[in-house]
Structure formats: structure tokens, C-alpha cells
């Protein structure tokens, strides 16, 4: 990769965003919109609130991630434009990887928003620091980006690329832990469970919200989010095609 590229596609991709004022309000609002839903469900529960809104400051912007990412880039091949770049300099990790960071650094901002929201608003208690909150949940984001960004070479029109919500995003939020302990479910599931990364953002969410300090577990389950991040990248970029068939 190069560097200069990599900003400079980076700086592309933010601009665009930056104009997009719907994506933008999907990006900032509807999380802590669903955060004040979520608290009016658990508002005279509030362990119960706790427990549940730390799993979904972690699960909104993963899906909101993974359905905007997967339709931007689809756009960007559909009209042409992944196309055209890829005639210049512009090499598939250097388009991946600055959609990757351009994205990720908006997940911060959106992680950011819905935590200040859920501490300050609604009152959400964990042990340790809203800090790591921030953390897991954008780590979480780029993790949907990557995920997004590879499943879009296999989606011809915006409602295909919709279609891999059911996918990609529903057995993993039903296999993460939030409704039966993973410890609890039949073998076959926990393998699966075992298998699917958004179990180990949980369980770092989790594990924040138990502990003070950040455990072994907690960072453990942070490598292996950022790894699984980095190895849907590097497949999106081994399966990106300049066209739509």
C-alpha cells in the first residue's frame, strides 16, 4: 500500500460522507434513538438496561456499519467510479483500507455519541471505563465495515447487498450471549458461537462491564476482532471486481 494513496483515498471517501447528510444522520442519531427505545423496554429494570444497552452499544453500529459500507461500495462499482480509480495508481488495498479507516474514524464519532448518550442520558453503570466502551464498539464498526466491504462483491443491486443482513448480521447477534449465556447453548451452537467474531466483542463489552480494570479476556477478545477486521479486508480486496455483472 501506499501511504500518500491511502490518505488521499481516505480524505476522498470522508468528504463523501461528510455530504451525505442522510448517512451521516444513520450514523449519529439512529443509534442513540434505538438506545432511548431499548431504555423505555428495561426503564423500572435497570440491571437488566445495563446488561442489555453495553451488548448494544457494541450491536447498533455494527449493523448500521455493515449496511452502509455494503451499499457504498456497491454504488462506487455499479456507476462506474470503482472502475475508473482502479485505471489510475489506486491499488484494492489501498480502496479497502481507506474505506476501512475513513469509516472506522466515523464509527469513533459514532461510538462516542451513543456512549455519552447512554452514561449521561440514560445512566448506563459498568464497572470499568466508558473509555473501553468507546474502544470495543468502534473496533466493532470496522469489523461491519470489513465485513460490508466483502460481502458487497457478491451483491448485483442494493437489495442484494441488503439481503446479507439476514446473513451475515441475525446469527450473529442470536449467537453472541445477549439472550443465553454461551456456556449454556447445545455444543454444535457454541462451536458456531465460537466461530463468529460479534461473540468476542460481546464478551469484551462484557467483560467491561464486570471488571474495573481491563482483563486478559477483554484484550484477547480486542485481538481477535481486529484480526477477523483484517482478514475480511484482505478477502473483500481478493474478491472485488471493477463491475457489477
Not at 428495561?42 to 451499499?71: C, E, K, N
Amino acid at each position: 500500500m501506499n501511504p500518500r494513496i491511502l490518505a488521499a483515498t481516505t480524505g476522498r471517501i470522508l468528504r463523501q460522507l461528510r455530504h451525505d447528510r442522510r448517512t451521516v444522520a444513520l450514523l449519529l442519531v439512529v443509534p442513540s434513538a434505538l438506545l432511548a427505545l431499548v431504555h423505555s423496554m428495561y426503564v423500572d429494570q435497570p440491571s437488566t438496561f445495563d446488561r442489555v444497552a453495553l451488548v448494544m452499544l457494541g450491536f447498533f453500529p455494527f449493523v448500521v456499519m455493515f449496511l452502509v459500507t455494503s451499499i457504498a461500495m456497491l454504488r462506487e462499482r455499479t456507476t462506474g467510479t470503482l472502475e475508473r480509480l482502479l485505471t489510475t495508481p489506486l491499488g484494492k488495498l489501498d480502496l479497502l483500507f481507506g474505506y476501512g479507516i475513513a469509516f472506522g474514524l466515523a464509527a469513533v464519532l459514532q461510538a462516542a455519541v451513543a456512549t455519552v448518550v447512554a452514561y449521561g442520558v440514560f445512566g448506563l453503570d459498568t464497572a470499568g471505563n466508558s473509555g473501553l466502551v468507546v474502544l470495543v464498539a468502534a473496533l466493532n464498526a470496522v469489523l461491519a465495515v470489513a465485513l460490508g466491504l466483502f460481502c458487497s462483491a457478491f451483491a448485483r443491486t442494493e437489495f442484494q447487498a441488503v439481503q446479507f443482513m439476514p446473513v451475515v448480521v441475525v446469527p450473529q447477534l442470536l449467537l453472541c450471549g445477549l439472550f443465553v449465556p454461551r456456556g449454556e447453548m447445545a455444543g454444535w451452537l457454541q462451536a458456531v458461537s465460537d466461530a463468529l467474531p460479534l461473540s468476542y466483542a460481546v464478551e469484551a463489552l462484557q467483560e467491561v462491564g464486570a471488571h474495573a480494570e481491563p482483563t486478559g479476556t477483554m484484550w484477547r477478545d480486542v485481538a481477535v476482532v481486529a484480526g477477523a477486521a483484517a482478514l475480511a479486508l484482505v478477502l473483500a480486496a481478493a474478491t472485488l471486481r471493477r463491475r457489477s455483472g
